[in-house]
């Protein structure tokens, strides 16, 4: 039995059309293995991702960049603790985008993400990003039309930018049911230790899930390129969205080919 996910069905080409209804949020049939086999996999794939992000600390030659958007309860929090629990933390990078503050709203949209982008060795992640301005902002009308619809071309050029400079993206949209949405906010309320995830705001925001839904789609298909694609993945069992997470982070790392910094040992005298 073959324990490889097959992520490829995953990846949205650039141009194509997508249209999320017809993903389903709960598939996993792209596994063939139990959800123990799943988790199993999970925790083979994260102890490879150890060495490979020490190797681009070491090399100092590439930075990563993993952009993470999802609805809210969507499992962005839960894909960081577990897919990145083995990594040396000194060389991830997380950040969260919330509300922009006064200052990053007098700011271009890109002002407040580009100082968070990964140096060379180092690996960023992005809890919310650069999308919300074409997500949030323009389901709820905080920017006109005429400002979020050259957006996605400038997204486009910003990460062709930062590719060019040695940047690796890759970008998921972590795909959940409105039925998935509602079980998690349910959980939130009934589990004292989740009570200070839940929010008000988020049964609000359900209220514009088609809306969002529309935006999303949108996004991925203005916005996956061959330089960031995006990648939707099926959430609603989280062990099959570590396992497609974790399997592409780990093959995107080892297609660096990267190498460990030799020493000229002629040059080495330690002097005794
Ligand atoms: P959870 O999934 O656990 O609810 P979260 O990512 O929603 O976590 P919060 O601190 O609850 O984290 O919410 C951050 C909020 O900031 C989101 O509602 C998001 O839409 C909002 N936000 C992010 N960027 C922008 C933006 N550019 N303009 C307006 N709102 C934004
Ligand atoms: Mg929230």
Redesign the pocket.
Known sequence: MSREVKTKGFRVSPGAKVRLDDVDPADTSQFDGSKSDGLEGVRALIKRLDPLQELLYAEHKHSVLVVLQAM???G??GTIRRVFEGVNPQGVKVT?????TPEESGHD?LWRVHSHAPEKGEMAIF??SHY??VL??RVHG?VPKEVWRPRYGEINDFERELTEEGTTIVKFYLHISKKEQVKRLQDRLDDPTKHW?F?M??VR?RKFWDQYMKAYEDALERTSTPWAPWYVVPSNHPWFRDLVISTILVKMLEDLKMHYPKLDKAKMDLGQ
């Not at 969260?96 to 922009?100: E, N, S």
Request: aromatic share 14%.
């Open positions: 809210d309860t969507g962005k929090d969260r985008f919330g509300v922009p949209f809890n919310r919300e301005s949030v902002e905080l995830k929010s705001f988020d925001e």
